[in-house]
Nanobody, 125 residues
Framework: QVQLVESGGGLVQAGGSLRLSCATA????????MGWFRQAPGKEREFVGA????????YPAESAKGRFTISRDNAKNTVYLQVNSLKPEDTAVYYC??????????????????WGQGTQVTVSS
């Protein structure tokens, strides 16, 4: 049984920062690529960032690059998403994602094996 539990979301003013956490249980976290996606109302779930088991990071080519930083602590079985300079358009449910152990990071929703329940981030202007 794989469990991904996000935390750290909330209401923040534009320009502020948040650090989202995703705690994992029930699998070989240190050998798994992890990622973050987000979904705004009426929009498709989109890729935010990913990290390999060795710490190599992958980001979208545009938009969130530079304001979003993904990291992991294998000793704590936790992956993080630091979000800076938040904008109202960053408002969304943020989902933690995981692949089966040994697979590389992915930017594609269909290649994700496990999802968290999501944490709401709301940015006020």
């Amino acid at each position: 049984q794989v469990q991904l539990v996000e935390s750290g979301g909330g209401l923040v003013q534009a320009g502020g920062s948040l650090r989202l956490s995703c705690a994992t249980a029930g699998r070989a976290f240190s050998a798994s690529a992890m990622g973050w996606f987000r979904q705004a109302p009426g929009k498709e779930r989109e890729f935010v960032g990913a990290i390999s088991w060795t710490g190599r990071t992958v980001y979208p080519a545009e938009s969130a690059k530079g304001r979003f930083t993904i990291s992991r602590d294998n000793a704590k079985n936790t992956v993080y998403l630091q979000v800076n300079s938040l904008k109202p358009e960053d408002t969304a449910v943020y989902y933690c994602a995981a692949r089966r152990p040994g697979l590389p990071p992915t930017t594609l929703r269909d290649e994700i094996d496990y999802w968290g329940q999501g944490t709401q981030v709301t940015v006020s202007s």
